[in-house]
């Protein structure tokens, strides 16, 4: 369904990624794992069409998404890394405001708010200011942003982060019924359990560069590691922890 | 009534559409502002802002009626009355009004007439043409341009035509008067709006984004320093207008305002060559801002807006490497303690790099040096430079450290980040005494900066015994300032909630207008007296000691409560429950 042909990005002479290739079909949910600054975030932006890749393609249905980006992003649902809302429109206003920028017609669009918000617990909040809402509560508004025109890609960008236990858990749990659905997931995550538990596939990349893709299975067995922390730690990183940790006890005690 | 409800139904159906939520979404920005802090900004409602950006045209437009009254000219034994030759200054002020206050609205809003980074998130993953976004925000900036237009004359294209016109025997006079009046006020407002934001998009299409940036608060400084000076030429101008036949190669034909105040008597078709001339650069000027707005802002738009995520990735140089060696020095010799240490890093990087803070501060000192270049021209115009300082001369240092100081102190009651400020909560002593002292040296230090710039031009041009002498005045009375200024302040610079509104708030401004007069008219004259007399001068500076010594004495003796460190400004019991019949009988 949504296909990365060797994506490349370039600032100024830097590369923050490089020939970044995966296919991600219906059905399916593809983890997207990488240290700070492995690109997983640039490679995010050219998927949504935010960012123009310096090479390379994203394909939607066979088509080059750039040639229609309206089109395309009908069918899109992002939740961003940074809760960046309006903080002077309320909860509810925000939602009317996309719904309405996607073309939702109206009764429709407000009883599926409605919903949404009671079930993410939101509604009696519904009329406050986004200013006074927690980290959870806009991450929340995010995800009903994103799933409310029921869109058949969805771009989620650490999209646990600052939920609580309960919502959290709602939310795997609601990834994995809606790729059970067909939507096809690209989830971009640190924590690697949660993408163990809920990712059919990952893409490790590491300096902007994929070092790892397929089946998560699949991969442990390939890199001889029982749990994905221990396959993610011997592809990417770099330091031993153990020694840094003893390195920063010295540094602590230090006159 | 039917068809009122029907059109109110057709119009919230037009509102819910994308482009006009688009356009609403826009004018919020523009409104609300734009990546400031959404917690601790100071979120002045839209419709106080409108009022009071009416209010200087009708207050000024009251004051006038003591000018027309019909009565009040027969009592003078004004007779034959010249109402359009007498309306000409009064003209031009309300142009440079105009002017001035659209021109500041629009420096005020320099960083949210584009759309920015949260727009960017919110809207582009959506199905929204980015052509759509672009037509949204400029019909938004258009609707906010002439709202403002409107509101700021508003008043004054009311009341003024009607005091000028009052006493005449026809309607049609001022009608006349009042449509010429408002035509041109209004465009002189556009005008101004338009060439504010045409330099925002010619710097953002000139300079790389990060540069923009950076030189962002100080042109907005800048800009605002200008349109002060603008409104200052008020006074003077006018009569240089009306000499223009005579000097034809006046500075006044450069002046924006000018042209308008020339496009006014042209419709009015009072005007002689010259001051045709320069009415039709009005036109010409107003198109070609407009022009140039538009192009550079859709320019602006393509380079800035539709790559703001590669901008944002793009890594940021290092900041703050050449001044760790000038904190150090500071560290030895002024800022001893470790409260005083971090305090000072603290509270020199808000004032610099915090939008809010940086742009009160420079506001405080671009009047200063819209004060100060005044006092120049008049001591140096047509006389060059005396042999000894005048009291014009001697008073810029003055003028420039008092508007200075006013605005650090000022600054200090801005909250930066106010939630980021448990950390002082966490490592500070409530009952440290540090923070009046901290504040003091802070505030020294950045004024200290005029003074070492004032002194070799005193040296250069007045000599050495001078500059000394003129030197240590103004620093006792700078120091005399600031301790003044810093009588029952116990905060840690930004770390403290907004004051709440003190009842002797309009109090407090007036002390500092009659402190200006004060401390910049009263001083240099004094001094320019004591300079010429080496006793005098001893006595002068002995007094101003004495002065000093008075204020630090009632800051020491200031009662324990008001030396504590707060962090919420809370206001003031105005009684206090004594619950006599517990224990009191």
Known sequence: ?255 | MMRLTSLAAKWNAYARKPFPLLVRLSIDRIVHGSNASEDEELNINFGVVLALLAIPGGFASIFLFDKYGSFLQWLRGQTNFDPLAAAFPDEYFFIVLSMAVAGGVAVWWWDSIFPDRRDFHNLVHLPVPMSKIFLANSVAVLILTSVCAIDVNGASAILFPFIVGGAQPTFSFMARFAGVHALVVVLASIFSFFAVFATAGLLMLVLPYPLFRRVSLLVRSALAALLLAMLSTSFAVPDMIRDLPRSPHSPVRLLPSAWFVGFCQLLRGRFDPALAEIGHLALIALLCVCAVAVITYALAYRRCFVRLPELADVPRGNVGTWTSVVYRVFDFFIFRTPFQRAGYRFAVNTVLRNEAHAMCTGGFLSLGAVFASQEMVSALSGKGVPGFPTAHLLSIPLILGYCLLLGIRFVFDIPAYIQANWIFRFLLDEHAREAGALARRIMLCFVACILLAALPIYVYFWGWLIAVLHGSLVAIWLLLLTETLLVGFSKVPFTCTYPPFHPAAVVYVIACALGYFGFTVAIPVLEAKALADPVAEAAFLAVTLGAWYAVHRLRTNSVEVNRQLIFEDAPANHFELLNLSDGGL
Do not use: W
């Not at chain 1, 020939?19 to 492995?38: D, E, K």
């Not at chain 1, 949504?48 to 390379?56: A, I």
């Not at chain 1, 109206?106 to 079930?119: A, C, E, F, M, N």
């Not at chain 1, 059970?180 to 989830?187: H, L, M, S, T």
């Open chain 1, 1 to 255: 369904m949504l296909q990365a042909i060797a994506l490349t990005k370039y600032y100024a002479s830097i590369p923050a990624v490089e020939s970044v290739t995966f296919h991600l079909t219906a059905g399916q949910i593809l983890g997207c794992l990488g240290p700070n600054g492995s690109g997983k975030s640039t490679t995010v932006k050219m998927i949504t069409g935010l960012l123009e890749p310096s090479r390379g393609r994203v394909l939607y249905r066979g088509e080059d998404i750039r040639k229609d980006l309206v089109g395309f992003r009908k069918n899109l649902g992002y939740v961003p890394e940074e809760p960046n809302l309006y903080p002077y429109l309320s909860g509810r206003e925000y939602l009317e405001m996309v719904g309405i920028l996607r073309g939702i017609p109206q009764p429709r669009l407000g009883r599926k708010i409605d919903s949404l918000l009671t079930l993410l617990s939101l509604y009696p909040s519904r009329h406050s200011a986004i200013a006074s809402y927690s980290k959870g509560m806009r991450q929340r508004v995010l995800l009903i942003a994103a799933l409310l025109d029921d869109p058949e890609v969805l771009v989620l960008d650490e999209p646990l982060s600052g939920l609580d236990v309960s919502s959290a858990l709602i939310l795997k749990n609601l990834i994995r019924a809606l790729g059970e659905q067909g939507k096809a997931i690209f989830y971009c995550s640190h924590v690697l359990e949660v993408v163990e538990r809920v990712c059919s596939h990952v893409l490790i990349l590491r300096k902007g560069t994929v070092v790892a893709s397929g089946p998560t299975g699949e991969i442990q067995k390939r890199i001889g590691h029982s749990s994905l922390e221990g396959t993610f730690h011997h592809l990417v990183e770099d330091v031993n922890p153990d020694k840094v940790t003893r390195d920063i006890l010295e540094v602590i005690r230090a006159a």
